[in-house]
Each structure stands twice: as C-alpha cells, then as structure tokens.
C-alpha cells in the first residue's frame, strides 16, 4: 500500500522521500491517511474512495467543487474542506484504478466518535444546519446524487422487501421478527410519501451523513470548527441531517450496542440538536418542514434499521461486519432506539415547540 501511497502524493507534487503516512479515522466506508511532510507544519488527509459504495468517484469531487466555488464567491469566511487539485489540475487522483483525494488537516482539530456533553450536539447542528443555510440560494439541482435514491426511504422499502424475498431461508428465519417489526411501520413510508413531492417540502442541499465523526471541533476550546466526510452532500430533504443527528446523538450507545436495555433517549440531547439546528435553519424552513422535525427522527432511524436489515437478508455485501449477526444486533438496536423515540413521542415534540416559539 506504501508504494500506492507515494505514487498518488506524486501525483500532488510531494517529494516521496520526505513524506509519512498513516492509517487515520474511524470511518467505515473510505480509508483514510494522515500524511506529513518533513520540515513542514500543515498536515494531509488523503482518502481512497469506496467505489462499491460510490461508483461514480468523480459525481464527489463535482458536487464538492461546485459547492465549494458557491461558497467562496458568497461567503468567503466559511471554512469549507474541499479538495487539493492534483498538479494537473483534476480534483481527484486516480492511481491503480482507484480515485484519490487529498485535503488540508485542519490544525488542532479533532473528531470524536461518541458525544459526552449536549453542547457538542449543539454545536454539531448548528455547523450542519449552517451549511444548507449558507447554499440556500444554491441551485440545488446542479448537484448530481452520488448514490442514487440514497435517502428514498419508498426505494428503501422496496429493497428490503426485494431483500426478503431473495434471502436464504435461514436468515429468513433468524430475521423473522425483525421483518414483522419493519412491516408493521410501514405507515412511517406512507407518511414520507405523502410528503415527498409537497412544494412546501423543497429538495436542499444536504450532507446526509451527520453523525459527530463527520464534525471537527477544536481540540483546545471544544467548539464545532467545520464538517467533513462531505462525499453525500446532494440534494435531499431537510429531515435527512436532522434525523441522522437524531439517530446518532440521542443514545449513549451506538447501533453497535447489543445490550438492548442501555438503548434510550437523552433528552437533553434532543433539544441541544433541536436548538442548534433552528438557530440557523429556523427562518428558513417551510411550515410544512416545521410539522416534520419530529418526524425526521422517526424517518431515518426507521431507514437505517431497514438498511441494516436489508443488508442481513442479503449476506452482509454492504456494511462491514466484524461478527455473522453484527447486522442483525444493529437492525435491532435501531428497533429499539425507534420505540424509545415513539415512548418519549410527546415530550420530544413539546420541546420542538417551545424552541420553534423561541
Ligand atoms: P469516512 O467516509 O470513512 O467516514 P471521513 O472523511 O469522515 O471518512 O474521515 C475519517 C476521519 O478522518 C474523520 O472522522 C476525522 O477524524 C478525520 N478527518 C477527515 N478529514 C479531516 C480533515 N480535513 N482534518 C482533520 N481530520 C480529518
Ligand atoms: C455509513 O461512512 P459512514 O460509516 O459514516 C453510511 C451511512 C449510514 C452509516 C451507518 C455512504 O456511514 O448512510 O448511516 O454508515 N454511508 C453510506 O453507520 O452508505
Ligand atoms: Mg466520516
């Protein structure tokens, strides 16, 4: 891999005897590095693309420049981490069939996997909701989708009810009362739905993968810095980044947790996300947006328990699985998470009131 490694930073005009390189990060679907430079100060972040995820690497690196370009003509201030061009020019490198890219380490920046206080929830929703501010007079429909249907919930059904009907019996088995669950929630599809074309329920742009990972803060005054991971920002609807920072915040645990009893709502949570978010996002969603932030948790929790399950029924070909069950443990875990959110239905959306009246 080392030799890969230097031939793409060659491409960025590194010298390859000056340079180190090393695996970085937690994320699941691209692998990344941390790369320095002997004799200089400002550190790299390459990533080799994940193409069975992203077919298309270079829909990204369009997506992320024109984006970029908007951002630096309209508010030259905001820290957006677009990509280094190579030397010749192109937004990615593409070595050894694979597509590569490389952007600027934020100094003293960091990125946590779990959050330990609701300021940062906050502060998170507030950098996430700034960014679809900021490009709400973008047109959003020069974005191209790097995953196709990512966030349809309806394809999503119809993939997991494809997923059921192909499974191998046994898993069918295993998965029997998880599939009972997500058909008796189907009203959640319906509602989306009923929605989905409402001109007062725009398409926006959005960054569809909002878990804390996805946030630097910085190292020394815990503040959000900037977002990151930026290879789903395409259109969508708003309650994608809502939802996912709903999905991923509001539980001390992960989708990873198989103890299903610690698998509860911090309400303090809810509302550092719900507040953060308004704070930019407020005066510019629709009525009809307004009545669905409740909904948007519901709207992805329930899309990500289909999404893991779907995966279980067709032999783990999507998500990496360190165990034979791990997908299983994880559509269950987000089964749980739902009915909490469900239990805690009221007050969550008295919460959302008292911060839409604020
Ligand atoms: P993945 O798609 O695999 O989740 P990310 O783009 O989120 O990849 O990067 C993985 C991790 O690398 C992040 O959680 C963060 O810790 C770190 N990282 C990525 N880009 C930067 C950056 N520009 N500056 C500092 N750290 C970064
Ligand atoms: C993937 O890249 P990562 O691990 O942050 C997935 C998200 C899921 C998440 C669940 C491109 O995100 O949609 O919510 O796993 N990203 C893609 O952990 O499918
Ligand atoms: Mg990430």
Redesign the pocket.
Known sequence: MDTIIQNVLKEYGFEPLQIASMPFGS????TTYLVSQEGHEQQFILQSI?QN??KNPLIIAENVRLVGSYLKEHYPEYLFVGSIPTEDGKEMAYVDEIYWRLTRFIPNSVAFDTLSDPQQAFEAAEQFGRLSKLLNGFDVSLLKPS?PG??DLNLRYQQFKEAVEKADPNLQTRAASQIEKALRLTFIVDYFNSYRSSSDFPDRVMH??T?I??MLFDKTTGKGICVI?L??LMAGKFISDLG?MM??YLCAYS?NEKDMDKIFIRIEYFEAIVKGYLKEMGPILTATEKDLILFSGKYLIYM?AL??LTDYLNGDI??PVSYPEQNLV?TMNQFKLLSEFFNKEKILQSIVDKCLSN
């Open positions: 994320g699941h679907i691209n994940n995820v992203f995953i990512f966030h569809h993968d878990k990972s996805n991971d290879d789903t996912d999905r991923t989708e990500q999404r893991f999507y998500y994880r």
